[in-house]
């Protein structure tokens, strides 16, 4: 069931009005929200919801073991446990195909040919947020940072709450966990924010991203050769802005709906594509993966405090991780590996010229050095396959053909979705409020008459959001 | 420094909004609303979605409420120059232009092994791909560029995801196919789908349940039908059939499926049923995700099972290709 729907639309209706009439039964209502997330996860394939339920449970019951034991070196030993669990579904489940296939190759190319019979193993949608939820719970309570829940309904809910659950925001547990504690507030809904976001969002995806997927980056990187050089340019240049559009409008749709039924879910996207740097980016981009990174991989790694070399070698650590958290493809670890690699350059560079000591122009140079080498990182995370990433290098060299796939309207979408970039968020903060400001009927019709506009300029059938094969 | 302020909702000023706001998606698109509910797979859900939807449709329509909306579509596609609506479902909603009558399945008439079809005229070969999802990417877009690759021929290709045969109510192929063959001559049409069909057929107020005996007979003669077509007035007909599929459900289905394709093409000395099992499959011509091309292991089918990755999609597309350029003997430049 995917958001810009009427399926999703109904369904999300009918979530509405159950849940706040159940409110002054907590615990129904709960109940409540997580069969329906159940059956929004069921909708792809009910199989699955079962993996979902072992991976609460286990985690659930991991906390309360944690949460029992004093002993040191058992917390340590039931920590292992907890993270082997959630790794262990994640790496069966997204990897096996790629680490056996990969290590047969290498056999292969050493002259061994093993007889293994490969499983067949299909990947269940959102299993890398889903996963990476538990262990943040786990660990969390792990560092005595968060208390066990004693409710498993809460964890349930926590795991499974639809909103994100196949793309996230990957909501922490000391973020979302507490907001269970009582009935949410049916007095205090953020309502005009959640609306403005909710439009936004399905704008973003609906028209931007799905008509640059389909009109200028799907053709090309289908077969890059046959391109021209500013074709292939105006073709990266949509893909950056097709995956920001497309996982930006999941993030805050997603938001927006959780506001809705009375639940905050933290900013995912702060505008990326103005950041200077590659630090910076990363501050805006994904929020909650890099800071989950941060907090899970990176620090206990030593972060920066364990030596220069030490510090570039996590960096490179993180971003490989990063890389095949995306995807089990090499392509996606090469896009890690690029990122890593930019990332230690520029903190090479940084420590020896600080940016406080560079002039102010400069922010220009980093803003567009930035969103280069990101779009140029990005053509092996759009690539299925090294060949065709190398085929969109060689098309890139090729400028003496014409640029013939900007079509007016394209055109108009890669400028406004770079152009969003830009708006001063106050701007938005005042869109916000004008839109509060009308009256409760004209806040309706307004969007009413969005979704109508909606149904009048999205294209037939919606392509699913690019995040939900992570 | 000034902040602005954000307005708190009670849940009651929430629903009014959503109310009003539905009631307005109602008033000015009931028809989308009634073509979401035709979509639907057949059961209870459509039948309630529809109960609902098709009368509020018809009196909206009646009133001219829809006229805005599809004038502004309308007006919307041709500035931005977006064909058939753009995107992936294309739905086009025209009742099936071919008569219903389920019809028994002939007798086996052995393959012919030369495939028939009328002189090829001095010029470069034109190819038609069409097809569902499977003719959509991986192996549409990579035959797609294969062919177009080659000096001596031309390519047209149009793939619609979920389409296929017994829902001409969602996606109508006797139509379309059969206006794309006017539009232009072709000298070959290739052609993949049928793994969306496992689905109940209703006509003429009746409802077959896949499965029946009333629903092989409905959708043979479907079958045989749109080969006769696509042979008749596309020079030559090439059935791909449906790949072996993991789940064994389905691919017990689909290979029922691809019988009555192949049964269809033996009747025409112009059609030819081509088996992909033999290039996609194992030793056996059954179901495998993996393939060992030139000393490498190869995933060749996408995770849910049934669809192609862009290897399989490449290895299937040069097999095809080939086949084409031997029987079409495409002009030197």
């Given at each position: 069931?995917l958001?810009?729907?009427?399926q999703?639309g109904?369904f999300f209706?009918i979530v509405?009005?159950?849940?706040?009439?159940?409110?002054s039964r907590h615990?129904?209502?709960?109940?409540f929200l997580?069969?329906a997330?159940?059956?929004f996860?069921?909708?792809?394939?009910?199989?699955?919801t079962?993996?979902l339920?072992?991976?609460?449970?286990?985690?659930?019951?991991?906390?309360r073991?944690l949460?029992?034991t004093?002993?040191?070196?058992?917390?340590?030993a039931i920590?292992?446990?907890?993270?082997?669990a959630?790794g262990?579904v994640?790496?069966?489940?997204?990897?096996?195909?790629?680490?056996?296939s990969?290590a047969?190759?290498v056999?292969?190319?050493?002259?061994?040919?093993p007889n293994?019979t490969?499983?067949?193993v299909?990947l269940p949608?959102g299993i890398?947020?889903?996963?990476?939820?538990g262990?943040?719970?786990f660990?969390?309570?792990?560092?005595r940072?968060?208390e066990?829940?004693?409710?498993?309904a809460?964890?349930?809910?926590?795991?499974?709450?639809?909103?994100q659950l196949?793309a996230?925001?990957?909501?922490?547990?000391?973020t979302?966990?507490?907001?269970?504690q009582?009935?949410?507030?049916?007095n205090t809904?953020?309502?005009?924010r959640?609306?403005?976001?909710i439009m936004?969002g399905?704008?973003k995806k609906t028209?931007v991203?799905?008509?640059?997927?389909t009109?200028?980056?799907?053709p090309?990187?289908q077969s890059?050769?046959?391109y021209?050089?500013?074709?292939?340019l105006?073709?990266?240049?949509?893909w950056a802005?097709?995956?920001?559009?497309?996982?930006?409008?999941y993030?805050?749709?997603?938001?927006?709906?959780?506001e809705?039924?009375g639940?905050?879910?933290p900013?995912?996207f702060?505008?990326?594509?103005?950041?200077?740097s590659l630090?910076e980016y990363w501050r805006?981009?994904?929020i909650?993966l890099?800071t989950?990174?941060?907090?899970?991989?990176?620090?206990?790694?030593g972060?920066?405090?364990?030596g220069?070399l030490r510090?570039?070698v996590?960096?490179?650590l993180?971003?490989?991780?990063?890389g095949?958290?995306?995807g089990?493809d090499?392509?996606?670890?090469m896009?890690?590996?690029?990122?890593?690699?930019?990332?230690?350059?520029e903190?090479?560079?940084r420590?020896?010229m600080?940016?406080?000591e560079?002039?102010?122009?400069?922010?220009?140079i980093?803003?567009l050095?930035t969103?280069h080498f990101?779009?140029?990182?990005r053509i092996f995370?759009?690539s299925?396959?090294?060949?065709?990433a190398l085929q969109?290098?060689?098309?890139?060299?090729?400028?003496?053909?014409?640029?013939?796939?900007?079509?007016p309207?394209v055109?108009?979408?890669?400028?406004?979705?770079l152009?969003?970039h830009?708006i001063?968020?106050?701007?938005?903060?005042?869109?916000?409020?004008?839109f509060?400001?009308?009256?409760?009927?004209?806040?309706?019709a307004?969007?009413g008459?969005?979704?109508v506009?909606?149904?009048?300029m999205?294209p037939e059938?919606v392509?699913?959001f690019i995040?939900?094969?992570? | 420094?000034e902040?602005?302020?954000v307005?708190?909702?009670?849940?009651?000023e929430v629903?009014i909004?959503?109310?009003?706001?539905?009631?307005?998606?109602?008033l000015?698109d009931?028809?989308g609303l009634?073509?979401?509910a035709s979509g639907?797979e057949?059961?209870?859900?459509?039948q309630?979605?529809?109960?609902?939807?098709e009368?509020?449709a018809?009196i909206?329509?009646?009133a001219g409420l829809?006229?805005?909306h599809d004038?502004?579509?309308?007006?919307f596609?041709?500035a931005?120059?977006?064909?058939?609506g753009?995107?992936?479902?294309?739905?086009?909603?025209?009742?099936p232009?071919?008569?219903e009558?389920?019809a028994?399945?002939?007798a086996?008439?052995a393959?012919?092994e030369?495939?028939?079809?009328?002189p090829?005229?001095?010029?470069?070969?034109r190819?038609?791909?069409?097809g569902?999802?499977?003719?959509?990417?991986?192996?549409?877009?990579?035959l797609?560029?294969?062919?177009?690759?080659h000096p001596?021929m031309?390519?047209?290709?149009?793939?619609?995801v979920?389409s296929?045969l017994t829902?001409p109510?969602?996606?109508d192929?006797f139509?379309l196919?059969?206006?794309?063959?006017?539009?232009q001559?072709?000298?070959?049409?290739?052609?993949?789908?049928?793994?969306?069909d496992i689905?109940?057929i209703?006509t003429?107020?009746?409802?077959?349940?896949?499965?029946t005996?009333?629903?092989?007979?409905?959708?043979?003669h479907?079958?045989?039908?749109f080969v006769?077509l696509?042979?008749s007035?596309?020079g030559r007909?090439y059935?791909?059939?449906?790949p072996?599929m993991?789940d064994?459900?389905?691919h017990?289905?689909?290979r029922?499926?691809?019988?009555?394709f192949?049964?269809?093409?033996?009747?025409?000395?112009?059609?030819k049923?081509v088996?992909?099992?033999?290039?996609?499959?194992?030793?056996?011509?059954?179901y495998?995700?993996y393939?060992?091309?030139?000393g490498?292991q190869?995933q060749?089918r996408?995770?849910?099972?049934?669809h192609l990755?862009?290897?399989?999609g490449?290895?299937l597309?040069s097999?095809?290709y080939d086949m084409?350029v031997?029987?079409l003997?495409p002009?030197?430049?």
């Amino acid at each position: 069931m995917l958001f810009p729907t009427i399926q999703f639309g109904v369904f999300f209706l009918i979530v509405f009005v159950g849940s706040w009439a159940l409110r002054s039964r907590h615990t129904a209502h709960k109940w409540f929200l997580i069969a329906a997330s159940y059956y929004f996860y069921g909708c792809w394939d009910w199989r699955f919801t079962a993996l979902l339920a072992f991976c609460s449970v286990s985690n659930y019951l991991g906390g309360r073991w944690l949460a029992a034991t004093e002993h040191p070196g058992r917390r340590k030993a039931i920590l292992l446990v907890g993270l082997l669990a959630n790794g262990g579904v994640l790496g069966f489940f997204k990897y096996y195909g790629f680490f056996v296939s990969s290590a047969l190759n290498v056999f292969a190319a050493m002259g061994w040919r093993p007889n293994v019979t490969l499983l067949e193993v299909v990947l269940p949608v959102g299993i890398s947020f889903f996963t990476f939820q538990g262990i943040s719970y786990f660990v969390d309570v792990y560092r005595r940072q968060l208390e066990a829940s004693k409710s498993l309904a809460d964890i349930l809910l926590y795991i499974s709450f639809f909103p994100q659950l196949v793309a996230g925001p990957i909501v922490r547990a000391s973020t979302f966990l507490p907001q269970l504690q009582k009935p949410p507030d049916p007095n205090t809904i953020e309502g005009s924010r959640a609306l403005t976001l909710i439009m936004g969002g399905l704008i973003k995806k609906t028209v931007v991203a799905n008509y640059i997927g389909t009109e200028l980056v799907d053709p090309f990187f289908q077969s890059p050769s046959d391109y021209s050089g500013p074709d292939s340019l105006f073709a990266i240049y949509g893909w950056a802005v097709q995956v920001y559009c497309d996982f930006s409008a999941y993030s805050d749709i997603a938001i927006g709906v959780a506001e809705l039924l009375g639940y905050r879910f933290p900013h995912n996207f702060n505008q990326p594509y103005r950041a200077s740097s590659l630090r910076e980016y990363w501050r805006r981009w994904h929020i909650s993966l890099s800071t989950w990174l941060r907090d899970y991989i990176y620090y206990p790694l030593g972060g920066s405090r364990a030596g220069r070399l030490r510090t570039y070698v996590n960096l490179y650590l993180v971003f490989l991780f990063g890389g095949l958290w995306h995807g089990a493809d090499w392509t996606f670890v090469m896009w890690g590996l690029v990122h890593g690699t930019g990332l230690c350059v520029e903190r090479f560079v940084r420590r020896r010229m600080p940016a406080r000591e560079w002039p102010r122009w400069t922010y220009i140079i980093g803003l567009l050095a930035t969103f280069h080498f990101v779009c140029v990182a990005r053509i092996f995370f759009r690539s299925p396959s090294f060949d065709i990433a190398l085929q969109c290098f060689r098309s890139l060299g090729a400028w003496s053909e014409p640029l013939t796939m900007a079509t007016p309207f394209v055109v108009v979408l890669v400028v406004v979705g770079l152009g969003i970039h830009f708006i001063p968020p106050k701007w938005s903060e005042a869109a916000q409020t004008a839109f509060g400001r009308m009256p409760l009927v004209a806040q309706g019709a307004a969007l009413g008459l969005f979704l109508v506009l909606l149904s009048v300029m999205a294209p037939e059938g919606v392509a699913p959001f690019i995040y939900f094969q992570f | 420094m000034e902040s602005t302020q954000v307005r708190r909702y009670t849940v009651r000023e929430v629903t009014i909004i959503l109310g009003v706001a539905s009631a307005v998606v109602v008033l000015l698109d009931a028809a989308g609303l009634r073509d979401w509910a035709s979509g639907l797979e057949l059961g209870p859900e459509r039948q309630v979605a529809l109960a609902i939807t098709e009368p509020i449709a018809a009196i909206q329509g009646r009133a001219g409420l829809q006229r805005p909306h599809d004038l502004a579509r309308e007006w919307f596609l041709s500035a931005v120059h977006i064909e058939h609506g753009g995107g992936w479902d294309t739905q086009e909603l025209q009742s099936p232009v071919w008569a219903e009558e389920p019809a028994a399945p002939t007798a086996d008439s052995a393959q012919p092994e030369e495939l028939a079809g009328p002189p090829l005229p001095p010029r470069p070969r034109r190819v038609l791909l069409i097809g569902d999802s499977l003719m959509g990417w991986g192996l549409g877009t990579s035959l797609e560029r294969l062919i177009a690759q080659h000096p001596g021929m031309e390519v047209k290709r149009h793939a619609v995801v979920s389409s296929g045969l017994t829902r001409p109510d969602f996606f109508d192929w006797f139509d379309l196919a059969s206006g794309l063959l006017d539009e232009q001559e072709y000298d070959a049409v290739v052609c993949i789908m049928g793994g969306n069909d496992i689905q109940a057929i209703s006509t003429e107020g009746r409802v077959y349940r896949h499965g029946t005996d009333e629903w092989y007979r409905a959708y043979a003669h479907r079958a045989r039908s749109f080969v006769t077509l696509l042979a008749s007035k596309g020079g030559r007909a090439y059935w791909l059939s449906l790949p072996p599929m993991r789940d064994k459900r389905f691919h017990e289905n689909t290979r029922r499926i691809n019988a009555m394709f192949e049964e269809g093409c033996r009747q025409r000395p112009s059609a030819k049923y081509v088996d992909t099992g033999q290039w996609i499959g194992n030793e056996d011509g059954e179901y495998t995700s993996y393939l060992v091309l030139e000393g490498r292991q190869r995933q060749v089918r996408a995770s849910d099972g049934i669809h192609l990755t862009t290897a399989g999609g490449e290895i299937l597309a040069s097999r095809v290709y080939d086949m084409l350029v031997k029987d079409l003997e495409p002009p030197s430049p």
